[in-house]
C-alpha cells in the first residue's frame, strides 16, 4: 500500500517552527491537495514527502516504511515543479525520456513509454522541439509527461499549474485527474487556489500557520467548515460570518428576532451558551421583497454584477454580508428587503473557539442520501 503517514511531525529552521505537531494519513492511490495561503506549510510538507526536507520532530511513514532517513532518490516518488525544470538543450520526448534513465530499460521500451505518455498529453507533433519553441502549455505537459512517465508510487506537485492562464489551467487540471487514473498513483498536489483544490482533490487538506485546519472531501470543506477559518477561506465570496444571539428561544439577528426549528434551537440550547457565529454561503441567503413575519430585514448597500448572478452586498451592526441571487429579481435596486433563512445550509460555531458546534441529526441523514444518489449516478454514467 502506497499510504503516507505523518505521526506528530514538526519542522523548524533555526528558532522558526513552521510545521507544527502535523498528524495525517493520506490513503493509497487517493488525489489529496494541501491548499493554504503562502507561508502556511504546505510546501514544506510536500518537500518533506519528497525528501528535500529534513524532518525535525516526528516520523514520517510511506508504506509501512519509516522514512525520515530515506535519501530523495529511494523513495519512488515523481515531483513536478512550479517552474517545470526543463533541460532547454533537450527536445520534448529526451526530455521525458530522461525521468526514465535510472529504470534500466531498452531503447524499445523507453520509446513504448514516451509515446504512450505523449499520446495521453497530446505532445506527439512536439516531440522534436525544443522547450523555447513551445508555449507555457504545452512545457507544462511536458513536466508532467516526465513525471508521470516514471510510474511512481508517489505523485507530487507544487503548484504547477500557476504560471498558466485560467482557459489553460482548466484544461490542465483535466489532464492531471486522467494521468492520475491511469496508474492512481499516491497523488499529493500543493495550492492556494480553491477551484483547483475543489475540481482536483477527492480530499482537501487545509493548512494554516503550519497546522491543519480540516481534512476532509472538497463537499464537506465547502458545505460543512469545521471553523471559522475554514469558513472564510473557502469560497468566493467567502461564507458570511455575523454573531447573533439566542434570546428567549429566539436567535437575534441584527435588531430582529427570528424563530429557528426545533432541532437548531435543542443543539443551540445544549451548549449552554447564548452567543454564536452564525454562517451561511452566499448563494444560500434567500432574498424578498415581501416580509413573511419570520425574517430580517436589511438594508442594501449596493450591488456587484457578477455576469450569471448578481451580488448584493449590506451590513448586520458590524459584519458585512453579501447574498448571491440571480439577476432579474429587482433586488440590487431596493432599499430594503427581507432575508429568510434557509435551516439546512446554516452553521453556528463557537464564539470563543470558531469551531463549529455541529448540525442537526436530520440534516446530517438528508446529505448523506444526496451525496450517495449523486456517487450513484456517476458509477452509472461511467459504466
Given amino acids: 500500500m502506497n499510504t503516507i503517514r505523518f505521526e506528530h511531525v514538526s519542522k523548524s529552521y533555526g528558532k522558526t517552527e513552521v510545521i507544527k505537531d502535523l498528524n495525517l494519513e493520506i490513503p493509497s492511490g487517493q488525489r489529496v491537495i494541501l491548499l493554504g495561503p503562502s507561508g502556511c506549510g504546505k510546501t514544506t510538507t510536500l518537500r518533506m514527502i519528497a525528501g528535500l526536507e529534513e524532518i525535525t520532530g516526528g516520523d ?46 531498452t531503447k524499445a521500451e523507453i520509446q513504448e513509454k514516451v509515446e504512450a505518455i505523449m499520446g495521453v498529453l497530446e505532445l506527439k507533433e512536439y516531440k522534436d522541439r525544443l522547450p523555447r519553441q513551445l508555449s507555457g502549455g504545452q512545457r507544462q505537459r511536458v513536466a508532467l509527461a516526465r513525471a508521470a512517465v516514471k510510474n511512481a508510487r508517489y505523485f507530487l506537485l507544487d503548484e504547477p499549474l500557476s504560471n498558466l492562464d485560467a482557459q489553460l489551467r482548466a484544461q490542465a487540471r483535466k489532464e492531471l485527474v486522467k494521468l492520475h487514473e491511469m496508474n ?37 470543506i465547502y458545505h460543512r467548515p469545521i471553523n471559522v477559518f475554514t469558513a472564510r477561506f473557502i469560497g468566493s465570496p467567502p461564507m458570511n460570518i455575523l454573531k447573533v444571539r439566542l434570546t428567549e428561544g429566539k436567535l437575534k439577528i441584527g435588531h430582529d ?107 446530517q441523514k438528508q446529505e448523506n442520501e444526496t451525496l450517495l444518489h449523486a456517487e450513484q449516478l456517476l458509477h452509472l454514467q461511467g459504466a
Fill in 184 to 220: 492512481h498513483p499516491t497523488f499529493v498536489y500543493v495550492t492556494h487556489d480553491q477551484i483547483e483544490a475543489m475540481t482536483i482533490g477527492q480530499k482537501v487538506v487545509l493548512m494554516y500557520g503550519g497546522n491543519i485546519q480540516m481534512a476532509d472531501t472538497p463537499y464537506n
Fill in 60 to 105: 514520517l511513514y510511506m508504506g509501512e516504511s519509516r522514512v525520515n532517513d530515506v535519501e530523495s532518490g529511494d523513495r519512488n516518488v515523481a515531483m513536478v515543479f512550479q517552474n517545470y525544470a526543463l533541460f532547454p538543450h533537450m527536445t520534448v520526448y529526451k526530455n521525458i525520456a530522461f525521468g526514465l534513465r535510472t529504470y534500466k530499460l
Fill in 257 to 363: 428576532l427570528v424563530e429557528l426549528e426545533d432541532d437548531w434551537l435543542a443543539l443551540l440550547t445544549r451548549t449552554g451558551k447564548d452567543e454564536f457565529y452564525l454562517g451561511i454561503r452566499p448563494e444560500e441567503v434567500l432574498l424578498s421583497h415581501r416580509d413573511d413575519g419570520n425574517c430580517v430585514q436589511i438594508a442594501v448597500k449596493y450591488a456587484e454584477n457578477y455576469g450569471n448572478r448578481l451580488g448584493i452586498y449590506f451590513d448586520i451592526e458590524e459584519a458585512e454580508c453579501v447574498a448571491s441571487v440571480e439577476i432579474g429579481q429587482g433586488l440590487g435596486s431596493s432599499s430594503q428587503v427581507f432575508w429568510s433563512l434557509k435551516p439546512s445550509k446554516l452553521s453556528f460555531f463557537d464564539v470563543e473557539t470558531e469551531k463549529n458546534i455541529g448540525y442537526p441529526e436530520k440534516y
